[in-house]
T-cell receptor, first 113, second 115 residues
Framework: GENVEQHPSTLSVQEGDSAVIKCTYS??????FPWYKQELGKRPQLIID?????GEKKDQRIAVTLNKTAKHFSLHITETQPEDSAVYFCAAHEGGGYQKVTFGTGTKLQVIP | NAGVTQTPKFQVLKTGQSMTLQCAQDMNHNSMYWYRQDPGMGLRLIYY???????DKGEVPNGYNVSRLNKREFSLRLESAAPSQTSVYFC??????????????FGDGTRLSIL
């Protein structure tokens, strides 16, 4: 089955700096890679996603890059703000239409004002 | 539009008791999922249902059963609760569009403690 590794497990940055979170996956058949943000005590919510036919996607201060050859994808947050503090999860969806999903173990991001 | 609704939000059980966690979605999604979330372990898939009438085991199915009652509802049952099942349980659903894979929509979670 799929295995997703996520690094780092914790990340502290100064407000205004950039943050990068990296994930690797094992199954070359995986073709959809969403990122979720989970605030303390809340549900995970989608913040950005990328499909296997795209190398990069950007939405304001958030971007995701995908390297299919190396089987890794990364989340980039620029100009970080205190409200970006949360746990971020990457995920990989296997192909085939039945949507089996494997999550990374999460990165706790702390933005220091 | 409620999205994904889970009940109950909190529950305390004694070892050996049984209970069913309920989940319903109103987005006409085909696929539904049950996860457990433990500190430092991320989200681990317990069971999923790719479509109405089908269910499959995920990463950690032991000690659980599921029922896809209809397209809207997907329940998770603990037959004989154990302290190791103390966790936060999330239900999620996802649709299918032009591409087969779509993002998941999560419920608010059920915080379950087993004494």
């Amino acid at each position: 089955g799929e295995n997703v590794e996520q690094h780092p497990s914790t990340l502290s940055v100064q407000e205004g700096d950039s943050a990068v979170i990296k994930c690797t996956y094992s199954d070359s058949a995986s073709n959809y890679f969403p990122w979720y943000k989970q605030e303390l005590g809340k549900r995970p919510q989608l913040i950005i996603d990328i499909r296997s036919n795209v190398g990069e996607k950007k939405d304001q201060r958030i971007a995701v890059t995908l390297n299919k050859t190396a089987k890794h994808f990364s989340l980039h947050i620029t100009e970080t703000q205190p409200e970006d503090s949360a746990v971020y999860f990457c995920a990989a969806h296997e192909g085939g239409g039945y949507q089996k999903v494997t999550f990374g173990t999460g990165t706790k991001l702390q933005v220091i004002p | 539009n409620a999205g994904v609704t889970q009940t109950p939000k909190f529950q305390v059980l004694k070892t050996g008791q049984s209970m069913t966690l309920q989940c319903a979605q109103d987005m006409n999604h085909n696929s539904m999922y049950w996860y457990r979330q433990d500190p430092g372990m991320g989200l681990r898939l317990i069971y999923y249902s790719a479509s109405e009438g089908t269910t499959d085991k995920g990463e950690v199915p032991n000690g659980y059963n599921v029922s896809r009652l209809n397209k809207r509802e997907f329940s998770l049952r603990l037959e004989s609760a154990a302290p190791s099942q103390t966790s936060v349980y999330f239900c999620a659903s996802s649709g299918a569009g032009i591409y087969s894979n779509q993002p998941q929509h999560f419920g608010d979670g059920t915080r379950l403690s087993i004494l």
